[in-house]
């Protein structure tokens, strides 16, 4: 098995391609602490995808009320995340969105952002998906929300890899 357990993160985003952003922040901590941060976009974000929105359920009307500014997001992610390799399962979409977040906040990445992938052997990837399903059903995750996703993707990480052990 994997010890410790790495940071995971996930993004939710305005849509795909060019002129998405990110929408809200969640990451599952190595200790199993987790963060959650809807984000305020900024004047010039404007790309909005109402499949996107179906998916995660997330309105603009509820970024403008309720996200947190991009500079406060970016400090937090930074204070928490500092110095630790961050693990997505996106990583062609997540590095891009924070990018444009920590841009936006004139702030760099005290982190490193890989791909979850890596963690992974090719038996352990052709697993993956269907593992990570099952989790998400066994937990009675629903919602496509940044933090429950993270949550699901330590724990898939986690039971890939002691199923690894005990094969």
Not at 40 to 48: G, I, L, N, V
Not at 52 to 79: C, D, F, Q, Y
Request: hydrophobic share 40%.
């Amino acid at each position: 098995m994997l010890q410790p357990l790495p940071a995971i993160i996930d993004v939710e985003a305005s849509g795909f391609g060019r002129g998405s952003y990110p929408i809200e922040i969640g990451f599952i901590e190595p200790e199993g602490r987790s963060f959650c941060s809807l984000i305020h976009p900024e004047p010039d974000w404007q790309h909005w995808d109402a499949q996107a929105e179906a998916l995660h359920g997330i309105s603009r009307a509820a970024l403008l009320a309720h996200g947190k500014p991009t500079a406060w997001v970016a400090a937090e992610m930074n204070a928490r995340l500092r110095g630790q390799t961050v693990y997505c399962d996106g990583w062609g979409h997540d590095y891009p969105w924070l990018a444009r977040l920590f841009d936006s906040a004139d702030l760099q990445p005290s982190f490193h952002l890989d791909d979850l992938r890596r963690l992974l052997s090719e038996s352990e990837a052709a697993r993956f998906h269907d593992v990570a399903a099952r989790v998400r059903r066994e937990q009675k995750i629903e919602r496509h929300r940044a933090s429950s996703d993270a949550k699901v993707l330590q724990l898939a990480l986690m039971r890939v890899k002691a199923d690894t052990v005990d094969a």
